[in-house]
């Protein structure tokens, strides 16, 4: 008897195969007996009708409760009416009964599927949102790789913040200094440029703001890329391609993913680059118009990234924002008052998924900054240090790999795109 996975079912009609797997719902008519069947590859409809099995086979199957583990012998058939496959049931082996299910088919609120999350993600919405982000993360190493990027680690442990604005978590490093959980590696991997001269790093960081907004993790997994001699118009051009690339895959590899999640894919096939740009003044003079209350020096809020993106089935750059509220590695323009920066915002009301900038690459005007951001200079003599020995032209770009997969997925809070959410309020199970 073959051993086959649900995924491979279509390869093997009409043939007796094994399968194992769990029995995620079941249903009975009293001589027939359907078992929604699940594996980790995808999901099948086992049939047991007791009037082709023996009687041993028939009282196995009365035995079987939601989450029972089974392995299943039997032959693959094609749905009469679909394109989907069934195994109707010759023998049958108990792995283990499972217990009563506490997550039922009953609503439930998102304190108990939370607490219970080491179980909801067997539900199919969780399964498919995972397995959606394991294509997300393959394209975006697949897209690097092809671009010339080398993946670099940088520390989670770090002695400082990235930025100065952020709340970092601080313990004990051993009984000598403080140290920081990383907010970002974005620094670290800049240092590696000048050897590689593109390159990512691709991790957990974490971030202690006091914020329970649907956007906002403790922990999260952040993808950041480096490139020499790239500047902020092709720094762009890498990050709308990026994105481009990734829903292609998405909608390639998980057209069954998205259908349980009743994603609608019109808006995801219009992604295709280039994506719309308006500079951070044009943003305002807009959001003022759409009646939005934002100062020409203010950052955007959700409502107005919403109302920025409304009209346009595209993603948009947000750029050269006041350099005054944004981080102090960030290039300035000639005017010394914009920042070559970006923020590339999801249309949907998905909001920012990007953040990236042209790097300063000159050494007394980061020194300068440093002085200005009023961070420790000792802490950054290294990082000032990139500026004097061949410094060069560089951007760079971060992407939140939950918000990225939350807007794919069309889920409503990020807490659902990662498997074990940390937030404010939760950091169990």
């Excluded at 009469?80 to 195994?87: C, Q, S, V």
């Amino acid at each position: 008897m073959t051993k086959i996975t649900i995924s491979k079912a279509a390869e093997f009609i009409g043939q007796e195969v094994q399968i194992n797997g769990w029995v995620y719902n079941l249903r009975s008519s009293g001589s027939i007996c359907f078992l929604q069947l699940r594996d980790g590859s995808g999901f099948i409809q086992a049939i047991v009708n007791k009037a082709e099995v023996k009687a041993e086979v028939w009282e196995l199957a009365e035995k079987i409760t939601i989450e029972t583990s089974v392995e299943l012998l039997g032959k693959i058939s094609k749905h009469p009416k679909k394109e989907e496959y069934e195994l109707q049931v010759l023998d049958i082996k108990l792995v283990q009964i499972s217990q009563e299910y506490p997550v039922g088919k009953k609503e439930h609120g998102p304190d108990f599927l939370l607490d219970m999350r080491h179980l909801w993600l067997r539900a199919p919405s969780q399964w498919a949102i995972q397995r959606i982000r394991n294509t997300v993360i393959n394209g975006i190493y697949e897209f690097l790789n092809k671009q010339d990027f080398i993946k670099i680690d940088s520390p989670i442990l770090t002695p400082n913040a990235c930025e100065g604005t952020t709340e970092l978590f601080e313990i004990n490093y051993f009984d000598w200094t403080k140290a920081y959980l990383s907010q970002s590696g974005q620094l670290y991997i800049e240092a590696a440029i000048f050897a590689h001269g593109r390159v990512f790093d691709f991790g957990p960081v974490f971030r202690a703001e006091k914020s329970k907004t649907r956007r906002h993790l403790t922990e999260f997994w952040m993808m950041d890329a480096e490139a020499a001699f790239v500047e902020h118009q092709e720094n762009m051009n890498i990050q709308e391609n990026l994105i481009s690339f990734v829903i292609q895959k998405v909608l390639e590899q998980n057209q069954n993913e998205l259908a349980i999640l009743e994603r609608n894919t019109e808006p995801l096939k219009k992604i295709k680059a280039p994506f719309g740009r308006m500079t951070h003044a044009e943003a305002v003079k807009k959001l003022n118009k759409l009646g939005s209350d934002i100062k020409e020096n203010d950052d955007l809020g959700a409502d107005d990234e919403t109302l920025l993106t409304q009209d346009s089935e595209v993603p948009i750059f947000v750029e050269k924002w006041p350099a005054q509220i944004k981080a102090f590695y960030m290039k300035r323009d000639t005017s010394g008052k914009v920042a070559l920066c970006d923020d590339l915002i999801a249309p949907e009301g998905f909001g920012e998924i990007i953040g990236g900038s042209q790097r300063e690459d000159d050494y007394e005007t980061l020194l300068q900054r440093i002085k200005e951001h009023k961070l420790p200079l000792g802490e950054f003599q290294w990082y000032l240090d990139l500026r004097k020995y061949g410094s060069v032209p560089h951007s760079g770009f971060g992407i939140g790999l939950e918000r990225l997969v939350g807007w794919i997925c069309g889920t409503h809070h990020i807490r659902e795109t990662i498997p074990f959410p940390r937030m404010i309020n939760r950091i169990r199970p």
